[in-house]
């Protein structure tokens, strides 16, 4: 197969495809676009040692910020609670499969996958390993971020919390606190994430 | 100013690496198939703005949670749940519901024909304005999941058996498919093409 010729010099922008010379940034220095202002570049802070660092936070702190309760409500004597992973199951089980994978893949599967993805490429390239799953792993995670709601349950947490106060007791619970620290985490590695020197470090095949 | 596609350049769409452009050939980094533009963006973009326009139709009038009561089912859909939650005294929760599930959807649908209108008409308007227009619906969109992510939690602490039930209805299943589809639209759109009207470029590839 034929293969390209490519210039590592130049940058493109997604949003334009305005072409640039690429310029050295000073760390934590953004570079955006002149002609529509969107971001082109950027020189993280965050290394990918720290990257690993965070992500394997996020993906501990998601075990229980599904599985231990978000809050319990006591009404009619009786006491409810519900966990995320809980409240996607009731769904389920009426047998609305296909509203129940969505909210399911929004708010646990998308943000999971991510999370592991950027976790694997920061390892792999915290230690240098060669493996061609690295553009594999790049690849999801930049399809998965469009998909990851953590912010959007926040809020509809709130939202679902205030119509409950007016029907009964409620008591918030653990899980709320580890969703609430998941979600701090996943939007700090979401800022910090500079996929352009991420994909630097995946070696490009010879021109032939 | 020049775009990539004017110096023969492309822009690789997963691992943005700048290549040359021959026809069907390979990112030399990421082996993705380079096209100058996302293969018939606009095309895509309207078929997914079409379907969600049907879809929003059940997703409005369709109930979205049935309240079963002692034997006794309530059908709500989401303007007389916003409704309720005007008269039970929390303006700003339904303010909220109302923007992310009826505002939203339909802005975006709106918007984005408008956006694809202009663009096919070429009318004359700042590319600034028209991209920050798409980036704001771009954005907005993932906010009309809140009422289904509500739903969900709802439906699971409200659970008294023969008491007190609510289940998602027909509607939930319509609306989840708007937001999806209106999602899939703002993806499919690929945002280059509203600057390649100041040169008269093919749209084909
Ligand atoms: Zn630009
Ligand atoms: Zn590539």
């Not at chain 2, 034997?71 to 519901?97: R, W």
Request: glycine content about 4%; hydrophobic content about 50%.
């Amino acid at each position: 197969m034929a293969m390209n010729k490519y210039n590592e010099t130049l940058v493109a922008c997604e949003h334009c495809d305005l072409l640039q010379v690429k310029q050295r940034l000073q760390l934590g220095q953004i570079a955006t676009c002149p002609r529509c202002g969107s971001r082109l570049y950027f020189n993280s802070s965050c290394s990918p040692m720290s990257m690993l660092a965070l992500t394997l936070t996020a993906l501990i702190l998601l075990f229980p910020a599904n599985l231990y309760p978000l809050l319990s409500m006591t009404m009619v004597g009786s006491t409810e609670t519900a966990s995320l992973s809980q409240a996607t199951l009731k769904i389920f089980h009426e047998g609305n499969y296909f509203v129940a994978f969505l909210i399911f893949f929004c708010s646990t599967i998308a943000p999971f996958l991510m999370l592991l993805s950027l976790c694997c490429a920061s390892f792999v390239i915290s230690f240098n390993l060669q493996t061609r799953w690295l553009k594999q792993l790049l690849k999801w995670v930049d399809y998965l971020t469009h998909w990851s709601m953590l912010e959007v349950y926040l809020v509809s947490f709130l939202v679902a919390l205030i119509k409950l106060v007016d029907l009964a007791d409620i008591e918030l619970g653990v899980g709320l606190v580890c969703f609430c620290l998941l979600m701090i985490i996943n939007s700090l590695v979401l800022s910090y994430y500079d996929s352009n020197s991420y994909w630097q470090r995946v070696p490009i095949d010879a021109v032939s | 100013m020049q775009s990539a596609k004017d110096a023969g350049l492309v822009r690789c769409s997963e691992c943005a690496l700048v290549c040359s452009f021959q026809k069907n050939s390979r990112c030399p980094r990421c082996n993705a198939l380079l096209t100058f533009r996302q293969t018939n963006s606009l095309q895509k973009t309207w078929a997914f703005l079409l379907t969600a326009c049907i879809f929003i139709i059940p997703a409005n009038f369709m109930p979205i949670t049935v309240l079963i009561s002692q034997g006794k089912e309530t059908p709500d859909t989401i303007l007389s749940g916003v409704i309720t939650l005007v008269e039970s005294g929390s303006p700003g929760i339904a303010i909220i519901v109302f923007v992310a599930s009826i505002v939203v959807p339909l802005a975006k649908i709106l918007g984005m024909g408008f956006i694809l209108i202009s663009l096919q008409l070429k009318l004359n308007m700042s590319h600034r304005m028209r991209f920050i227009m798409f980036k704001f619906i771009d954005w907005v969109g993932r906010w009309s999941m809140l009422d289904l992510f509500v739903i969900s939690i709802m439906v699971a602490v409200i659970d008294k058996g023969q008491l007190l039930v609510i289940v998602p209805g027909p509607g939930a299943t319509a609306f989840a498919s708007v937001v999806i589809l209106t999602l899939l639209a703002a993806k499919s759109f690929d945002t280059r093409l509203m600057w390649d009207l100041e040169k008269d470029n093919d749209w084909t590839n």
